[in-house]
């Protein structure tokens, strides 16, 4: 879905060529930006009713989504990333 919310690019503007290299050199990285989809993805699916969660998983996959947003965001900042990202 092109129009679904959240996505990193525009969750962090700023590392859009820093996340795209991440995601292509750092394994770990790459698993939790998939994660990170998936999870917003089942998030904006059942915002719009397209398929509906109680609110109790609602809240579950936002903390999840929170959590990998948090931990994406701390390996875009660390100070031994590439520094020469193109």
Do not use: S, W
Request: net charge negative; charged share 35%; proline share 7%.
């Amino acid at each position: 879905m092109p129009n679904t919310p959240h996505q990193l690019a525009e969750e962090f503007p700023e590392h859009v060529a820093a996340i795209r290299h991440l995601r292509e050199t750092d394994g770990h990285f790459h698993r939790i930006c998939e994660e990170y989809q998936t999870v917003n993805l089942a998030i904006h699916r059942a915002e719009t009713d397209i398929e509906p969660v109680d609110d109790f998983h609602m809240a579950d996959m936002r903390k999840v989504r929170m959590r990998l947003k948090d931990e994406i965001y701390g390996m875009l900042i660390r100070p031994e990333k590439v520094e020469d990202i193109p």
